[in-house]
């Protein structure tokens, strides 16, 4: 497969790890990786990388031009926290980078384009449990409102233009190598890691708070499966439900304590949890599974033992 791909806001957390297993199975000069700022020395040096603004269309194209870019993943965003703080700036950072790479694609500089969009879609009138893929989407975060318009301007560049544009709903990832950062569904990562530093984690979500989440391995692997994918068989062109596990922070405390049985849990919920409310409490990713054969690998139990080995 000869592909040459750019990745935009390559040094966030998913970012990060995406790039690393792209040039793994692509070859690293193949793989771009670009971000508004610096990452890394390790990660800069580790492969070709620009400094670009993903809002910024000339220093897209430039970098297209300059490596013959057949694929570009637009990683870049602004999570559900930070963009209730900052309402303006992200809806100007989350669509103009994703109208900026339809419009390229449509010009026909690039082939293929990865979008990812989020369980934020959904809001307070979707159903909870099982989520479908088709339902009431009225999102109440500023997060969810550019996730789900995105969506739609995923699909209309694909219906009138013909752009093989794909994207993801993400639940919360998790991870190690790379905090993730203005998420509500952090938590679950940060948890692992006050849990190793200092035995103790202060909650801003309550102890029953279920919420639909992902290690970042399956994440990857879904991502790129999906855009390995035969253009055929891709039958939804908003963005794919995709699940794992759904968990509490109760439940995840619990499993924690089986490795770190002086774990304690205590819970101070902030504005955060109002978002966590709105969202879906279980996912249904049937249609994934079904077109394209996804599978996922993690549950809450390998999760955890993996988390605190690589952390620790
Ligand atoms: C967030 O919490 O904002 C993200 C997401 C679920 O898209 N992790």
Redesign the pocket.
């Known amino acids: 497969m000869s592909e040459t791909i750019l990745v935009l806001g390559a040094c966030g957390q998913i970012g990060t790890e995406l790039t690393q297993k792209l040039r793994e199975i692509y070859g690293k000069d193949n793989v771009i990786a670009s971000d508004i700022r610096e990452g890394s020395k390790e990660f800069v040096d580790a492969g070709p990388f620009e400094i670009i603004d993903a809002k910024n269309r000339s220093q897209i194209l430039e970098a297209i031009q300059k490596y013959n870019v057949t694929q570009v993943y637009l990683m870049a965003a602004m ?3 930070t ?1 209730e703080k900052l309402p303006q700036k992200a809806w100007n950072l989350n669509m103009s980078s994703l109208l900026v790479v339809l419009e390229l694609a449509r010009e026909k500089h690039i082939k293929q384009v990865y979008w ?5 879609v959904f809001g307070n009138t979707s159903p909870k449990i099982d989520t479908p893929q088709k339902t009431i989407m009225e999102p109440s ?1 500023v ?1 969810g409102i550019s ?1 789900v318009s995105g969506e739609h301007w995923c699909n209309y560049y694909y219906e009138k233009f013909g752009v093989d544009v794909r994207s993801l709903r ?4 998790i991870s190690w190598k790379t905090r ?1 950062g ?5 938590y679950a990562v940060d948890i692992y890691f006050k849990a190793q530093e200092e035995g103790k984690y202060e909650c801003f979500l309550n102890e029953k708070t279920r ?2 989440m992902m290690y970042m391995n399956d994440a990857i692997d879904a991502t790129i499966q999906l855009m390995q994918t035969e253009s055929n068989n891709i039958k939804t062109r908003t963005a794919y439900n995709l699940a794992a596990m759904s968990f509490t922070p109760a439940e995840i405390a619990q499993e924690i304590k089986k490795h770190i049985p002086d774990f304690s849990i205590s819970y101070n919920p902030d504005f955060r949890q109002e ?1 966590a409310d709105s ?1 879906p409490q279980v996912i249904d990713d049937n249609n994934a599974r079904k077109d394209w054969s996804w599978k996922h690998q993690f549950d809450l139990e390998l999760m955890t033992k993996e988390m605190l080995k690589n952390i620790s």
Not at 116 to 120: C, D, G, L
Not at 182 to 186: A, K, N, P, R
Request: aromatic share 12%; proline share 15%.
């Open positions: 999570l559900s926290a963009a990812p969009s989020s369980i934020a975060t997060y996730k993400y639940p919360g990832i993730p203005g998420g509500t569904t952090d919420l639909p978002i969202w």
